[in-house]
């Protein structure tokens, strides 16, 4: 059971475009995290939500935990080719031992 | 600082072989985990200890067993390989068990099982 769905699964925009990924849940996860990976990498996290309705943003990305903590997204805006990867939305359930939920994943191309 | 170190990187099995992937962190975490990562499938847990002597059993633990002597090492042993471990693994680990601290990967162990 997939209990966090990422989508879209697959984007390719052009440089300067606007992007939003979103992550949803009908579970309430205790945290929320965004990650990036690339190719032959390990995923490096960007940024943790924890508080419903929370927005952080880390310069060009936003991230949005909703507010009864079952959903989130990542906007970028005016991409760019370094923001090439896939985006990962891993979610933390209380009593779990902060062992994470993985969505399948967004890839992302942005072409110059 | 070397922070998760796993090895080797790229490691071809036939089936039935036995094989152990080796994971070491010199941050002095708590916490210790295995993912596999398949396409279209997402990191998957396999096994996770929260200190040394603890492990536990994560979302798809058949075929693979842990041990955790030490903070620093957590070993992943394949028994008997199969086709469906063909797959990318990674080690993660993390100060505590709070899913809210930051969870740091190793760049991988890409294991082929013909």
């Known amino acids: 059971t997939q209990l966090l769905e990422q989508s879209p699964q697959f984007l390719s925009i052009q440089e300067g475009e606007n992007l939003t990924v979103y992550c949803n849940s009908s579970?309430?996860?205790?945290?929320l995290q965004w990650y990036r990976q690339e190719p032959g990498e390990g995923p490096v996290l960007l940024v943790t939500v924890v508080t419903g309705g929370e927005v952080k943003k880390l310069k060009r990305l936003t991230f949005q935990f909703g507010d009864a903590r079952k959903d989130s997204s990542l906007h970028i805006t005016a991409a760019q080719p370094g923001d090439t990867g896939l985006y990962l939305c891993?979610?933390?359930?209380?009593?779990?031992?902060?062992?994470?939920?993985f969505g399948k994943g967004t890839k992302l191309s942005v072409k110059p | 600082n070397a922070g998760v170190t796993q090895t080797p990187k790229f490691q071809v099995l036939k089936t039935g072989q036995s094989m152990t992937l080796q994971c070491a962190q010199d941050?002095?975490?708590?916490?210790m985990s295995w993912y596999r990562q398949d396409p279209g499938m997402g990191l998957r847990l396999i096994h996770y200890s929260v200190g040394a002597g603890i492990t536990d059993q994560g979302e798809v633990p058949n075929g693979y067993n842990v041990s955790r002597s030490t903070t620093e090492d957590f070993p992943l042993r394949l028994l008997s390989a199969a086709p469906s471990q063909t797959s990318v693994y990674f080690c993660?680990?993390?100060?505590?068990?709070?899913?809210?601290?930051?969870?740091?990967f190793g760049a991988g162990s890409r294991l082929t099982v013909l």
């Open positions: 993660a680990s993390r100060t505590g068990t709070s899913g809210a601290n930051v969870l740091t």
């Open positions: 579970s309430v996860f205790s945290s």
């Open positions: 941050m002095n975490h708590e916490y």
């Open positions: 891993a979610g933390a359930k209380g009593g779990s031992q902060g062992n994470l939920i």
